[in-house]
Nanobody
Framework: VQLVESGGGMVQPGGSLRVSCAAS????????MAWYRQAPGKERELVAM???????YYPDSVKGRFTISKDNAKNTLWLQMDNLKPEDTALYYC??????????????WGQGTQVTVSS
């Protein structure tokens, strides 16, 4: 299993950013996938998940601002982040796992990509 994130960077508050995850080594189209983030001194938290049939879940902290999507033909997962806030600053991780919605359980992780929201 290999998960490689890209697309992080620095953006001003209110801005947008899209991060990507290139997946390999497993059957992507039949696997639940998710994005997590971890800010310094805080626990890693789930910010979006997508099921094999493309059902999605977002916690209240990002609902309406973040959108998870995937392309099974390209084995790629994305997270579109809009109206970013300074509190969204974190290392963002792609994860492969099982379960749905807030019951998603990660099995494998990428190395992470840094997102910094600052003026």
């Amino acid at each position: 299993v290999q998960l490689v994130e890209s697309g992080g960077g620095m953006v001003q508050p209110g801005g947008s950013l899209r991060v990507s995850c290139a997946a390999s080594g497993f059957t992507f189209e039949s696997t639940s996938m998710a994005w997590y983030r971890q800010a310094p001194g805080k626990e890693r938290e789930l910010v979006a998940m997508i099921s094999p049939s493309a059902y999605t879940y977002y916690p209240d902290s990002v609902k309406g601002r973040f959108t998870i999507s995937k392309d099974n033909a390209k084995n790629t997962l994305w997270l579109q982040m809009d109206n970013l806030k300074p509190e969204d600053t974190a290392l963002y991780y792609c994860a492969k796992g099982y379960g749905r919605f807030q019951n998603f359980r990660p099995e494998d992780w990428g190395q992470g990509t840094q997102v910094t929201v600052s003026s």
